[in-house]
């Protein structure tokens, strides 16, 4: 089903109080992904959106708690948490197992991340709001929700360190 996303005047004022209340170290990004579709018209490459997807996305964001205001932040304390290093220097996702469980996290399992070298680490959580207190530990860090790639990986959590990390 096609829907219109109104980036009106009107519209975009409901959004500037959660904007406004933004800072660097609480910054979540999100994925459209599974609403985008890439194809070739006529020899030209359109990207499509299903705003049904999209929106499933984006809502919670906004209206998480019918109040219009984000997700409140849920504590890493007791999630299953997996440690990948993106950075390649040996050792760093053990010693970063040994850091986070002395701080009372729960790391599941460590390994080598299997993409591009990494240069910031990136936390990806399962649900919206999740990560901020592994994000304090982790200055630069990004996080994105993914549940699709958390539970791929039978994780609520999973931090990929980068080469700011070591």
Known sequence: MATNFDLSLTNVTKYLGAVSKLSAGSITTHSLEDAATDQKINGVWVTTMDM??????????????SGGTPAQPVSSVGKK???LNGGYTSGTASQTQTTLE??????????DYTGAKQAATRIIVSAA??????????????????AKQCAA????IIVILGTDAS
Not at 153 to 156: R, S
């Open 52 to 65: 049904d997807k999209a929106m499933a996305v984006i809502n919670p964001i906004f209206n998480s708690n």
């Open 129 to 146: 709001g999740m990560g901020a207190d592994l994000q304090a530990l982790f200055p630069g860090s990004s996080v994105t929700v993914d």
């Open 102 to 111: 002395s701080k009372g996290f729960t790391v599941a399992n460590i390994g």
């Open 81 to 83: 948490i997996e440690v």
């Open 153 to 156: 990986d039978g994780v609520d």
